[in-house]
C-alpha cells in the first residue's frame, strides 16, 4: 500500500470511476467516462423499501461519451443511466446536450455550471463531465502542440513539475525556461464553432 498505514476503520462506500479515450477512424476521439457507486453493506433499497439493496450493488452506475474535435470542441455527446435511485433521475440526461459545441481547451467548468448547473442536470453527471477533459487532454497529442514556435505547451506554468522556474521545464523545454507565464484568458464559455467537415450527431440513452 502505497499510504501509511491507516488507523482502524470498516469500509462504507465504495466509488470507481474510469475514463478512456479513443481515437476514431473519422479523425474524432470518443471520451468515455462511468462512474460507479456502492455501498459495502446490505441497506434497504432507497426506490423500494422491501427490497435489500445488496453490499456491491450499485446505486449509482452511469456512462458518458464526449466525442470532439482536434480542438477539443464537442461534436456529439451520448449518456447513460444504468443505475440511479430516483425515477426522476433519467430526467437529467437530455440536458447533456448543451454541451455540443462547447470547447474543454477554454471555460469547461463555467459551461457546465451554466448549462448543466443546478436542477438542470445530475451531480454524478456533472462530475464525470468535469475530469472527462483531463481524460481528453491526456489522449489527443495536438492539444499541447503549438503552431507558434513562439508560444509554450498549455501545459507548462500549470502545475509544480511543469513550473516554468522548475527542473522539468529547463530539461525538456530550455527555450522557455525562466518566462513570467501570462496571465490566463478570461474564462469565458466556449461556444467555438463545431469543425466544418463535422456532421453533428446527438443522441442520448434512455435508461432501463
Given at each position: 500500500?502505497?499510504?501509511?498505514?491507516?488507523?482502524?476503520?470498516?469500509?462504507?462506500?465504495?466509488?470507481?470511476?474510469?475514463?478512456?479515450?479513443?481515437?476514431?477512424?473519422?479523425?474524432?476521439?470518443?471520451?468515455?467516462?462511468?462512474?460507479?457507486?456502492?455501498?459495502?453493506?446490505?441497506?434497504?433499497?432507497?426506490?423500494?423499501?422491501?427490497?435489500?439493496?445488496?453490499?456491491?450493488?450499485?446505486?449509482?452506475?452511469?456512462?458518458?461519451?464526449?466525442?470532439?474535435?482536434?480542438?477539443?470542441?464537442?461534436?456529439?455527446?451520448?449518456?447513460?443511466?444504468?443505475?440511479?435511485?430516483?425515477k426522476g433521475c433519467t430526467e437529467a440526461q437530455a440536458a447533456l446536450q448543451r454541451m455540443v459545441g462547447c470547447g474543454m481547451a477554454r471555460g469547461w467548468r463555467q459551461?457546465?455550471?451554466?448549462?448543466?448547473?443546478?436542477?438542470?442536470?445530475?451531480?454524478?453527471?456533472?462530475?464525470?463531465?468535469?475530469?472527462?477533459?483531463?481524460?481528453?487532454?491526456?489522449?489527443?497529442?495536438?492539444?499541447?502542440?503549438?503552431?507558434?514556435?513562439?508560444?509554450?505547451?498549455?501545459?507548462?506554468?500549470?502545475?509544480?513539475?511543469?513550473?516554468?522556474?522548475?527542473?522539468?521545464?529547463?530539461?525538456?523545454?530550455?527555450?522557455?525556461?525562466?518566462?513570467?507565464?501570462?496571465?490566463?484568458?478570461?474564462?469565458?464559455?466556449?461556444?467555438?464553432?463545431?469543425?466544418?467537415?463535422?456532421?453533428?450527431?446527438?443522441?442520448?440513452?434512455?435508461?432501463?
Amino acid at each position: 500500500m502505497p499510504l501509511s498505514p491507516p488507523a482502524p476503520r470498516t469500509l462504507k462506500h465504495v466509488r470507481r470511476v474510469n475514463y478512456q479515450g479513443f481515437e476514431r477512424d473519422d479523425g474524432l476521439w470518443d471520451i468515455e467516462g462511468e462512474l460507479h457507486d456502492s455501498k459495502a453493506y446490505d441497506a434497504p433499497s432507497h426506490r423500494d423499501p422491501t427490497r435489500t439493496r445488496l453490499a456491491g450493488e450499485a446505486i449509482h452506475h452511469m456512462w458518458l461519451r464526449v466525442t470532439v474535435n482536434r480542438q477539443l470542441v464537442v461534436q456529439a455527446v451520448d449518456v447513460s443511466m444504468d443505475s440511479h435511485p430516483l425515477k426522476g433521475c433519467t430526467e437529467a440526461q437530455a440536458a447533456l446536450q448543451r454541451m455540443v459545441g462547447c470547447g474543454m481547451a477554454r471555460g469547461w467548468r463555467q459551461a457546465i455550471q451554466k448549462h448543466l448547473g443546478g436542477v438542470e442536470s445530475c451531480t454524478h453527471l456533472r462530475e464525470l463531465l468535469f475530469n472527462l477533459a483531463t481524460a481528453a487532454f491526456q489522449s489527443v497529442p495536438a492539444v499541447f502542440s503549438s503552431s507558434n514556435p513562439d508560444e509554450p505547451p498549455r501545459h507548462l506554468g500549470q502545475c509544480t513539475g511543469w513550473d516554468f522556474n522548475g527542473s522539468g521545464v529547463k530539461e525538456y523545454f530550455p527555450q522557455f525556461y525562466g518566462r513570467v507565464p501570462q496571465a490566463p484568458a478570461a474564462m469565458a464559455t466556449d461556444t467555438s464553432p463545431q469543425s466544418p467537415t463535422t456532421e453533428i450527431s446527438v443522441k442520448s440513452a434512455s435508461s432501463a
